[in-house]
T-cell receptor
Framework: GDSVTQMEGPVTLSEEAFLTINCTYT??????LFWYVQYPGEGLQLLLK?????DKGSNKGFEATYRKETTSFHLEKGSVQVSDSAVYFC????????????FGTGTRLTVIP | GAVVSQHPSRVICKSGTSVKIECRSL??????MFWYRQFPKKSLMLMAT?????????EQGVEKDKFLINHASLTLSTLTVTSAHPEDSSFYIC???????????FGPGTRLTVL
């Protein structure tokens, strides 16, 4: 079945460090891929998405490229800030078009000054 | 952006009682709403999908008689945990979807603790 495997955390980085959170997926069709972020005490928010192979999603300095050949959608940011501390979830949409999402386990990122 | 609220944010109840959680889309009409359950250090697990005015579609392994879902209007869905037990303690999250592909807006979640 469709699933997402996400790098387990927690991840602790110093401010301005480079961030990579790995995400790979298994899907029978051609899903859209997403990164959601959950800040403390808040609901999940869409961070970025990509709808087809080789698309790059980007937002707030974060980027992820839809790699069909490696079935990956790794999240990267060149210089993290304390305000990026949150839990990050990789997800894919149901390729049958049912509009529901399959989530990874989430990766907690803590950025220290 | 679109806002989805959940109420209550936290609830503690005794074993055997029922608890209702509300999910509202505040500034858009949600043709579809989703209910997820989040276990500690685990991903969100989809429990059910509900479309306004029709019966919810439950995922495999989710007891529909225990987790009653009602989507009575385009802005409100409710999840009722009936005869709650300690193993039902969890974080329940709803999301609402307008008629736009690949678009879901999430509520802040409800922490249920069953004593």
């Amino acid at each position: 079945g469709d699933s997402v495997t996400q790098m387990e955390g927690p991840v602790t980085l110093s401010e301005e460090a480079f961030l990579t959170i790995n995400c790979t997926y298994t899907a029978t069709g051609y899903p859209s891929l997403f990164w959601y972020v959950q800040y403390p005490g808040e609901g999940l928010q869409l961070l970025l998405k990509a709808t087809k192979a080789d698309d790059k999603g980007s937002n707030k300095g974060f980027e992820a490229t839809y790699r069909k050949e490696t079935t990956s959608f790794h999240l990267e940011k060149g210089s993290v800030q304390v305000s990026d501390s949150a839990v990050y979830f990789c997800a894919l949409s149901d390729p049958t078009g049912a509009n529901n999402l399959f989530f990874g386990t989430g990766t907690r990122l803590t950025v220290i000054p | 952006g679109a806002v989805v609220s959940q109420h209550p944010s936290r609830v503690i109840c005794k074993s055997g009682t029922s608890v209702k959680i509300e999910c509202r889309s505040l500034d858009f009409q949600a043709t579809t709403m989703f209910w997820y359950r989040q276990f500690p250090k685990k991903s969100l697990m989809l429990m059910a999908t509900s479309n306004e005015g029709s019966k919810a579609t439950y995922e495999q392994g989710v007891e529909k008689d225990k987790f009653l879902i009602n989507h009575a209007s385009l802005t409100l869905s409710t999840l009722t945990v009936t005869s709650a037990h300690p193993e039902d303690s969890s974080f329940y999250i709803c999301s609402a979807s307008p008629p736009v592909p690949d678009t879901q807006y999430f509520g802040p979640g409800t922490r249920l603790t069953v004593l």
